[in-house]
Structures are given as C-alpha cells and as structure tokens.
T-cell receptor
Framework: QKEVEQNSGPLSVPEGAIASLNCTYSDRVSQSFFWYRQYSGKSPELIMSIYSNGDKEDGRFTAQLNKASQYVSLLIRDSQPSDSATYLCAVSNAGNNRKLIWGLGTSLAVNP | NAGVTQTPKFQVLKTGQSMTLQCAQDMNHNSMYWYRQDPGMGLRLIYYSASEGTTDKGEVPNGYNVSRLNKREFSLRLESAAPSQTSVYFC?????????????FGPGTRLLVL
C-alpha cells in the first residue's frame, strides 16, 4: 500500500513565525510532489509543486524535497493568520502518473 | 476562464434516490477526477478519466458510475443513494500529457443522504 503520511496537527505558530510542515512517502520512485492548501469548507488549491531534490521558493513559501529520505516539507515564512488552513501533501503514483496519493493533511493555526 | 465548475453546490437526497453530479473544465485538460472527502479520511479517488473516452476505477468506486461526456465534462452518478455516500464531492482536472500532474479542483458539492 503506497502511503503519504503527515502529522495531523494542529500545528500552532505565532504570527510572523516560520511554520514547518512535513510529509513522508513510501514509494521510492515517485516523481512529482505537491502541496495544496484547503480552507475550511473550500476546495484544495495548489501552493507549490516540486520535482527535483532541493529547495524551491515562491514568495513566503519554500518546498524542500529529499528523495533519498523520502520526505517533502513546506516552510511558510512570516506566517499570517490568513495562512490558517489544512495543508495537504500529494505525491504522484509511480505506477500511474495520472493519479496522486494524498496525505490526510496538517491543520495549521497562526495566532495573532 | 472559470477553471473547474461543479453543479449542484448542495443536495439533499433520500435513501434510494438517484442523482448526477456535473463537472466541467475549460482548461483543455485531458484528465479528470472525482474525489470524495470525509472527516478523518482525506481525499479518496472514486473514478478518473485519463483521457476522453476512457474511465477507470479509483479507491472507492462502489455505488457510483461515471461518464466522460466529452473532453470538457465528466459526470458522477449515484444510482441508489445511501447514507454512507453523505460527503463532499470534488471534481478535478489535470493536463494529463506529461509526468507533472498538477490537479485543479472545482468548488465541491456537499451531499447529504437521509
């Protein structure tokens, strides 16, 4: 059973701090990795995609991928109350590139 | 450019009733997906369509049928609704032509089966 695991949280950080969200996956040959944000009652929206080892930065968000250790993380710098949401990690299914394997999500609360 | 649209937004059904959830995308994507999301269960794939004319089962297909009507539209049918099908249903689409499968989601349909 191919899996994607995330700490369910809630992760609570003060406004302005760095929030660190982690995700591990079981399929060594997965190629594509995604972070989605989901506000309560809304649909998931893409924040970042990453395909190569290392860091990828987009504004306040940095995704980090380590294929050898099979983990992907998301750092949110200068966290804002508007970042409070559930963050979903998704990994491509190596056997079927059109499907994603989803984690259950980490709930983040940014406190003013 | 509306992205992915879904209708209806909300629906209440009685056990045994049938209904069709509609999904359309205007991004010229090849692949489309139906998920359900339940508390504590995450996103679970019901059916997907890799390209126009093809459909395949996902993790939880029992009790559902799908139709890929054309490249834009992918519908999900509940033939005889059961309380266990109370959930939030999301449709998504992706380009589907490369190894980079970013999925874009519709706003969802909240379904309550009594």
């Amino acid at each position: 059973q191919k899996e994607v695991e995330q700490n369910s949280g809630p992760l609570s950080v003060p406004e302005g701090a760095i929030a660190s969200l982690n995700c591990t996956y079981s399929d060594r040959v997965s190629q594509s990795f995604f972070w989605y944000r989901q506000y309560s009652g809304k649909s998931p929206e893409l924040i970042m995609s990453i395909y190569s080892n290392g860091d990828k930065e987009d504004g306040r968000f940095t995704a980090q991928l380590n294929k050898a250790s099979q983990y992907v993380s998301l750092l949110i710098r200068d966290s804002q109350p508007s970042d409070s949401a559930t963050y979903l990690c998704a990994v491509s299914n190596a056997g079927n590139n059109r499907k994603l394997i989803w984690g259950l999500g980490t709930s983040l609360a940014v406190n003013p | 450019n509306a992205g992915v649209t879904q209708t209806p937004k909300f629906q209440v059904l009685k056990t045994g009733q049938s209904m069709t959830l509609q999904c359309a995308q205007d991004m010229n994507h090849n692949s489309m997906y139906w998920y359900r999301q339940d508390p504590g269960m995450g996103l679970r794939l019901i059916y997907y369509s890799a390209s126009e004319g093809t459909t395949d089962k996902g993790e939880v297909p029992n009790g559902y049928n799908v139709s890929r009507l054309n490249k834009r539209e992918f519908s999900l049918r509940l033939e005889s609704a059961a309380p266990s099908q109370t959930s939030v249903y999301f449709c998504a689409s992706s380009e589907g032509t490369s190894g980079r499968q970013t999925q874009y989601f519709g706003p969802g349909t909240r379904l309550l089966v009594l």
